[in-house]
């Protein structure tokens, strides 16, 4: 069955940096969408960015845009979350998720934690 596992999440300082990874199974990341999603405390869902299943397209919230990149090893069916610069706006924890926003995504990972903080 199809199966989403995040890592790379914990405690950074201001301006720090951050790779997160998203190990997929039962199903290959070429055959459809994947995005990063994440839920700060207290707040809503706020997608981040998405990659299609060519792997050449990409889209980030204007939050992230320029200090983030999505992308992914196909060989060990794997994406990631490059984040730099981080601030204590973005402490959240990470969610991936398989799907387009026309369809719908319609599997998550269980997330991992990110906090930003000196």
């Known amino acids: 069955q199809v199966q989403l596992v995040e890592s790379g999440g914990g405690l950074v300082q201001p301006g720090g940096s951050l790779r997160l990874s998203c190990a997929a199974s039962?199903?290959?990341?070429?055959?459809?969408?994947m995005n990063w999603v994440r839920q700060a405390p207290g707040k809503g869902l706020e997608w981040v960015s998405r990659?299609?299943?060519?792997?050449?397209?990409?889209g980030y919230a204007d939050s992230v845009k320029g200090r983030f990149t999505i992308s992914r090893d196909n060989a060990k069916n794997t994406l990631y979350l490059q984040m730099n610069a981080l601030t204590s706006e973005d402490t959240a924890v990470y969610y991936c998720?398989?799907?387009?926003?026309?369809?719908?995504?319609?599997?998550w990972g269980q997330g991992t934690q990110v906090t930003v903080s000196s």
């Open positions: 039962g199903f290959t990341l070429t055959t459809d969408f």
């Open positions: 990659l299609n299943s060519g792997g050449d397209s990409t």
């Open positions: 998720a398989k799907g387009s926003a026309s369809d719908g995504m319609d599997y």
